[in-house]
């Protein structure tokens, strides 16, 4: 991966904040979900606490600067083929199971949800 985790943590951000977006708003489930997320998978890094907080002060940013749903992707998978030998298998499959949750935090998927999670699955895969 990379030698700044930073990085990863802030385009991970970008990730997490456009699966809430995609439906042009985040709700207080998705919300919650991304924190349960972080707690379970990115709370526990060799920094203490620093990468949940740099994910948490990242999306802070994305939402005052109103990015959208589809910038966010785009930094996220830029940042993902910048990579030469991508994410772990085992890596790919927590972000997906993550970005699944927060999709499905307010009852159920919908169309736009959906088309990006599709994206995303293949990006990963």
Same mark, same amino acid.
């Given at each position: 991966?990379?030698?700044?985790?930073?990085?990863?943590?802030?385009?991970?951000?970008?990730?997490?904040?456009?699966?809430?977006?995609?439906? &042009?708003? !985040?709700?207080? $489930? #998705?919300?919650?979900?991304?924190?349960?997320?972080?707690?379970?998978?990115? %709370?526990?890094? @060799?920094?203490?606490?620093?990468?949940?907080?740099?994910?948490?002060?990242?999306?802070?940013?994305?939402?005052? &600067?109103? !990015?959208?749903? $589809? #910038?966010?992707?785009?930094?996220?998978?830029?940042?993902?083929?910048?990579? %030469?030998?991508? @994410?772990?298998?085992?890596?790919?499959?927590?972000?997906?199971?993550?970005?699944?949750?927060?999709?499905?935090?307010?009852?159920?998927?919908?169309?736009?949800?959906?088309?990006?999670?599709?994206?995303?699955?293949?990006?990963? %895969?």
């Amino acid at each position: 991966m990379e030698k700044n985790p930073n990085t990863f943590y802030i385009k991970l951000a970008h990730l997490f904040y456009a699966v809430a977006m995609a439906d &042009k708003k !985040m709700v207080v $489930e #998705e919300k919650r979900q991304i924190v349960s997320y972080v707690e379970k998978y990115w %709370s526990h890094s @060799f920094d203490k606490a620093k990468g949940k907080e740099v994910i948490y002060e990242t999306m802070r940013e994305l939402i005052k &600067k109103q !990015m959208t749903s $589809e #910038e966010a992707y785009e930094v996220f998978k830029s940042y993902f083929l910048s990579l %030469s030998d991508g @994410f772990s298998n085992h890596l790919s499959k927590k972000i997906m199971e993550v970005a699944d949750g927060i999709a499905t935090s307010s009852l159920r998927k919908n169309k736009s949800e959906l088309i990006l999670l599709t994206k995303l699955r293949l990006l990963l %895969s």
